[in-house]
């Protein structure tokens, strides 16, 4: 894969090299996986990335949204806008592009309703400098977000960064929980995995332990109000349980430039520009 791009987007590359350095087996990739696996396999014979995942929502009798290319978004249109009055994807030839494409297929109430939510935010207070508060949280989660469903005492050692408590006195509940990667930024940074890679949990109160319908659920709570009081909580997610085989020796969780402690909460930004 070639070096980033100008702000650190990473600069195209051709379409059959895109998905090569995926490694399917990775736990994270579970909820993707019939997804990514099918538009890998158009990619290797050829297709750009806009063209293979448009094949695979045309095959599920979805219309929309269509993915193209990004040569379609028009100069001066804010992308999310332009998602919102067109139902097309502008999607570049990179891993980024990729994964968000899989999140939109895998996800697609979750992520019209997040569409949406910066659509209005763009109509009513236009594009500047700061995004303000509400879309801040939105590309938040979009970009880095993942869902938890666990049993209450794992989501409680969560919230407090109580680390040692969630990852080894709590060990076992991790088989009944499930951890689902939402964020197709993280997904993209989780091809090359490295210990400091943290999601954003949204943490819910009163939440489910265990949701069937994950997108109709998300779509539900995804709300203004939610959204606005950052409920977000930062979880390394190579400490998860089976995820990564190194954190089977529990010193993994000694590292507290990584695992840090519980302080007051800040503004979260994800250090992407607007598109």
């Given at each position: ?9 990473t ?14 087996s ?10 990514g696996?099918?538009a890998a ?6 297709q ?57 297929l895998?996800?697609p ?20 400098a700061v ?13 880095n ?5 666990a ?15 969630l ?11 499930r ?6 930024a ?11 890679l943290t ?6 109160q009163?939440?489910p332990e265990?949701v069937a ?7 539900s ?8 009081s ?8 190579l ?17 507290s ?6 302080r007051?909460?800040?503004?979260y930004?994800?250090g992407?520009?607007?598109?």
């Amino acid at each position: 894969m070639k070096p980033p791009g100008p702000h650190g987007r990473t600069a195209p590359e051709p379409s059959a090299h895109v998905a090569s350095a995926i490694d399917w087996s990775r736990p994270w990739l579970a909820p993707v996986l019939a997804e990514g696996q099918a538009a890998a396999a158009a990619l290797q014979g050829g297709q750009p990335v806009c063209e293979a995942l448009d094949a695979l929502q045309a095959r599920r009798g979805a219309p929309r949204p269509r993915f193209v290319p990004q040569e379609r978004l028009p100069a001066g249109e804010a992308y999310e806008a332009f998602i919102f009055r067109t139902a097309q994807v502008p999607t570049r030839e990179n891993l980024h592009d990729f994964f968000n494409g899989l999140v939109w297929l895998h996800y697609p109430q979750a992520k019209r309703r997040l569409n949406a939510l910066q659509a209005g935010a763009i109509a009513a207070q236009g594009i500047g400098a700061v995004r303000g508060p509400l879309r801040d949280a939105v590309t938040v989660f979009d970009e880095n977000g993942a869902v938890l469903f666990a049993p209450r005492e794992l989501r409680e050692a969560l919230a407090a960064r109580a680390w040692r408590r969630l990852f080894t006195d709590l060990r076992p509940l991790w088989r009944q929980a499930r951890l689902e990667i939402f964020g197709h930024a993280l997904l993209e940074q989780l091809v090359r995995p490295r210990k400091p890679l943290t999601a954003h949990v949204l943490l819910v109160q009163d939440a489910p332990e265990s949701v069937a319908d994950v997108d109709g659920w998300l779509a539900s709570v995804l709300q203004p109000g939610l959204l606005e009081s950052k409920p977000f909580t930062p979880l390394p997610v190579l400490g998860v349980p089976g995820w990564w085989a190194e954190n089977e020796n529990f010193s993994f969780y000694d590292d507290s430039s990584v695992f840090r402690s519980a302080r007051p909460a800040s503004q979260y930004t994800t250090g992407v520009p607007p598109r």
